[in-house]
């Protein structure tokens, strides 16, 4: 019959032959399995090759006996916790002190009580079972201690001595000599500096008083890491109630700690350009207005957001935008005075901070603002580190930003006031032009109000027909007559009467709209120009503004086309208004995109030349057929300063490159002539007329008048 395994195994050692059978005998009854050995060698062996359980191990055998094999097992590495019972001479105490030295864990004397046996057997194995469990179990310990890094020590007061576990050295560091050195003065040594004196206080106070503690403390490790523990120390007390010992566990936390000041950081920060996020900007602000409010000092936040970024975004993919949004925000931090200084707790004073509150828009705070002016500085400094030229896969693009500004307590006395009216100042200097900062005025606030309605008046207005074309003529200053107009687009607004583009235009850009009247220009602008052909009208060209979203429709030549074909006009009538910032985001779609226009027949003209940041080698390769000259260099083109010098470089460009140069916003005789005589002819300006109306600008056509002939002649004189 086979025995059931967990009886358990063993080995019995005896050189008596009878004995070991009877022994076996009445053990394999009893279901334990047996093995046998006839000498010490034969035992040790056997032991080798496979594990047991229990060994009888008789003490008097030929070659090595029983005490020599009892002390070689105890080395064994499995032999440490072996239940040896060994087989002794009765009453013979001096073999049961021998065998106890060697190791033994029982003894059975001779002869055996066969009943007996099997009892100290069972018992033997019991006791070591029981054993093998708390082993395991401190090994368990062990093992807990160091999954949860953390250690447990006892200041033990009457014998004045320091215990520790393992784990609790791991912690202080590996080379921690701990042991005889070890006393608590060394252990709250280790402590931080900073965290030492309140360390060593609650020791103390759990000493002598018995109050238990927990702590949190950082340590000053040999190797300088970083480590941060949680601490809990208890007293323990006698029956009459003496502190004998302290006891206390020491877990490492830097982990945590770690994590938790990376999801606050995280909670805090914006993750794309780890700027502070709009809640941690908030937070910083509601701090320094206290702040400002106790000392009466004024403070600032600048509201600054980059001009048309989804348009560029669009153009370029989100990649590319959130990397540019990330050296903007890279060009912001350098330029704001210790922002990487931030932190609430302990709360550090920085003289600006940066943040970036939402896509494109960046918020910072200038503190100790002694004049407004100051603010106003701080802004320029932003505005140029912004539109400094940014490289993008090879080529390089200009962005421009917009910022408001609003003081405390001047502009408000809260966060959000202030913020608040800092975003409407920015809007404010959005419309005076790109790369302006604004005050905030009182007179804002209303117009801000306005400006809501006025977005959802402006999506009815495009569907209402409320838009109109007003058309202002381009002539040949040499002969005075009338080569052709530029649509611009009006709101016949029911209430506020006729509005011009200053008032919608930004607004349409801001809010997506711009498409849609985009589209309602080009067709009101084909349709006019097929009313006046059927009106047998001399032909013209008529020139459009094409805004950037239109223009980065995938679509957009067949778009265009489609639209005049319905209105029966070629695209050979239409002259496109481009501008430069625009071309400039992405050359080679752009150019592809011009190619495309191009070949449907439609003009392609730059408009606003100069402002933006073209370079010529790009000018070059778009295939243009008009450069217009942006007004402010005609304003004092007859200075002869540096506008002359542009509007004549842009004029020698165009003659150069074969496209024709228009010079706009022309408004005096000076001007005109001063153009005609340097090669520039084509001009517009309130000189001439300022835009009109389609049916004045219909009898201008019909009427055929010449402009002011003989223009050359009297400038000439
Ligand atoms: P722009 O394309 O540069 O248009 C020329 C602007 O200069 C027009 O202003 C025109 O009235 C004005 N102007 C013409 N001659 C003179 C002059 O001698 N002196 C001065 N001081 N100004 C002169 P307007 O019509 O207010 O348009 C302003 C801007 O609005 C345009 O500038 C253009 O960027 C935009 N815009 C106008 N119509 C449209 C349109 O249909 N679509 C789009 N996307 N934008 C338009
Ligand atoms: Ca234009
Ligand atoms: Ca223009």
Not at 200 to 225: K, M, N, S, V
Not at 395 to 405: D, K, N, R
Not at 685 to 714: E, K, V
Request: charged share 25%.
């Amino acid at each position: 019959m086979k025995t059931q395994p967990e009886h358990g195994r063993v080995l019995l050692v005896d050189d008596d032959a009878m004995i070991r059978m009877l022994a076996a005998e009445s053990l394999r009854h009893a279901g334990f399995e047996v093995s046998e050995a006839d000498c010490g060698e034969q035992a040790l062996r056997v032991f080798e090759e496979s594990p047991f359980d229990l060994m009888l191990l008789d003490v008097l055998m030929p070659g090595i006996d029983g005490y020599t094999v009892c002390e070689r097992l105890r080395r064994h590495p499995r032999g440490q916790w072996l239940p040896i019972l060994m087989l002794t001479g009765l009453n013979d105490s001096e073999s049961i002190e021998r065998a106890y030295r060697a190791g033994a864990t029982d003894f059975i004397t001779k002869p055996i009580n066969w009943l007996l046996l099997t009892q100290r057997v069972r018992y033997g194995l019991r006791a070591s079972h029981a054993i093998a469990l708390v082993t395991h179990s401190q090994q368990r310990l062990a093992h807990a201690q160091r999954l949860a890094r953390m250690g447990s020590w006892e200041w033990s007061i009457a014998e004045q001595r320091f215990s520790w576990s393992d784990e609790l050295q791991q912690i202080f560091s590996g080379d921690w000599k701990l042991a005889g050195a070890a006393t608590p003065e060394r252990f709250l040594d280790m402590v931080r500096e900073s965290d030492r004196a309140t360390v060593g206080a609650a020791r103390q106070a759990l000493l002598f008083e018995g109050t238990a503690y927990q702590l949190t403390y950082g340590i000053d490790r040999p190797d300088a890491t970083l480590c941060e523990v949680f601490e809990q120390a208890v007293a323990v007390r006698d029956g009459s109630g003496r502190i004998i010992t302290i006891e206390g566990v020491t877990q490492d936390i830097t982990e945590r700690v770690e994590a938790q000041r990376r999801i606050q950081h995280m909670a805090l920060h914006d993750g794309l350009t780890g700027l502070a996020n709009r809640q941690f900007f908030s937070q910083l602000v509601e701090v320094e207005l206290e702040r400002s409010r106790r000392d009466k000092s004024a403070c600032a936040i600048l509201y600054l957001d980059i001009d048309h970024f989804k348009t560029v975004n669009d153009a370029l993919g989100d990649a590319a935008g959130d990397q540019l949004l990330c050296t903007l925000a890279e060009r912001l931090r350098a330029e704001v005075r210790g922002a990487d200084l931030l932190a609430l707790k302990p709360p550090m004073r920085t003289a600006e901070v940066v943040a970036r509150i939402d896509g494109d828009a960046f918020t910072v705070l200038v503190l100790e603002v002694r004049a407004a002016s100051h603010a106003a500085l701080v802004a320029e400094r932003l505005l140029k580190t912004i539109s400094l030229p940014l490289l993008l896969g090879g080529s390089e693009i200009v962005l421009t930003a917009s910022i408001g500004i609003a003081v405390f307590p001047r502009d408000g006395k809260t966060v959000e006031t202030l913020w608040r009216h800092a975003e409407q100042a920015m809007y404010a200097a959005k419309a005076t032009g790109p790369s302006t900062c604004h005050f905030f005025d009182k007179e804002m606030n209303a117009a801000a109000s306005v400006k809501l309605g006025l977005e959802n008046a402006l999506r009815r207005a495009i569907g209402n027909d409320e838009l109109r074309l007003h058309f202002q003529p381009k002539v040949d200053a040499g002969s005075g007559r009338l080569i052709g107009a530029e649509a611009l687009v009006r709101w016949q607004h029911p209430q506020r009467g006729l509005l011009g583009p200053d008032q919608f235009i930004g607004l349409a850009e801001e809010s997506g709209l711009i498409v849609a009247l985009g589209d309602w220009v080009v067709t009101a602008a084909a349709r006019q120009l097929r009313q006046w052909q059927d009106a047998g009208l001399p032909p013209l060209r008529l020139s459009i503004n094409l805004a950037s979203p239109s223009f980065l429709q995938e679509d957009i030549a067949d778009r265009l086309d489609d639209a005049l074909r319905r209105a029966g006009v070629s695209p050979g009538q239409l002259l496109l208004e481009l501008t430069e910032s625009l071309l400039m985001v992405d050359a080679e779609s752009t150019i592809a995109r011009l190619n495309r226009l191009r070949e449907k027949g439609f003009g392609l003209s730059l408009d606003d030349f100069g402002t933006g940041y073209s370079s010529l080698s790009y000018l070059k390769r778009f295939p243009l057929d008009e450069l217009k000259i942006d007004r402010s260099f005609i304003t004092d083109v007859t200075l002869g300063d540096k506008d002359a010098a542009i509007a004549l470089s842009v004029i020698e460009l165009g003659r150069r490159f074969g496209m024709q140069v228009v010079a706009e916003g022309v408004e005096t005789r000076a001007q005109a002539g001063f153009l005609l005589a340097h090669g520039c002819p084509i001009q517009q300006g309130y000189l001439y007329s300022p835009p009109i109306a389609a049916d004045d600008f219909a009898a201008l056509l019909r009427r055929g008048d010449r402009f002011d002939r003989g223009l050359l002649a009297q400038t000439a004189e």
